[in-house]
């Protein structure tokens, strides 16, 4: 069992969109921050978007405006909807989550394995 379950992602043409999601697995609890970060090839990890429990988000300045991050509570999934993508946001995208997992006593970050974007002609 992964502490979060990835999904989505694959080929899109520039200009298209994809949906990547995460979804906390039943061993994990008080989920505060859920989140998403990128690495393309050769480059760091950057952050993407955040959302808080209460559904305060946040946006790196290259995600303002085409990138959307929303949550289902019930669900614990997160989502990352990503619109009018151009070449430059090929890469793998990283959810994570502070929360708490199975038996910790103490909250943590979670990281959920890359998804794979791909953004061509």
């Known amino acids: 069992q992964v502490p979060l379950l990835k999904s989505g992602g694959g080929l899109v043409q520039p200009g298209g969109s994809l949906r990547v999601s995460c979804a906390a697995s039943?061993?994990?609890?008080?989920?505060?921050?859920m989140g998403w970060y990128r690495q393309a090839i050769g480059k760091e990890r950057e952050f993407v978007a955040q959302?808080?429990?209460?559904?305060?988000?946040s946006y790196a300045d290259f995600a303002r405006g085409r990138f959307t991050i929303s949550r289902d509570n019930a669900k614990n999934t997160v989502y990352l909807q990503l619109n009018s993508l151009n070449p430059e946001d090929t890469g793998f995208y990283y959810c994570y989550a502070g929360a708490y997992y199975k038996d910790s006593d103490a909250q943590n970050d979670y990281w959920g394995l890359g998804i794979q974007v791909t953004v061509s002609s």
């Open positions: 039943r061993s994990m609890f008080n989920i505060n921050n």
């Open positions: 959302i808080t429990s209460g559904g305060t988000t």
